[in-house]
């Protein structure tokens, strides 16, 4: 039995999510970092890094669920 087409998405989408989440996370850790050796310039410029890395990851899961949502009705 073969893998579906939906089976195939729902992979690629798990697969993209883990890559934003641990790209997210990567970020996040590293201004933490920053923030903890009182590196107030480098922390200011990561934080913009979490911030946009956070908007990519919202604006796809938005995207996604609009597919989602068109599937199911």
């Not at 579906?4 to 890559?19: F, G, L, N, S």
């Amino acid at each position: 039995m073969g893998t579906t087409e939906h089976e195939k998405q729902a992979d690629a989408h798990r697969e993209v999510m883990e890559r934003l989440c641990r790209e997210y996370g990567e970020a996040l850790k590293t201004y933490d970092m920053a923030k903890a050796a009182r590196d107030s310039a480098l922390a200011a410029q990561l934080e913009l890094v979490v911030a946009e890395k956070s908007n990519v990851m919202q604006a796809y899961m938005e995207r996604n669920l609009k597919g989602t949502d068109a599937a199911l009705h």
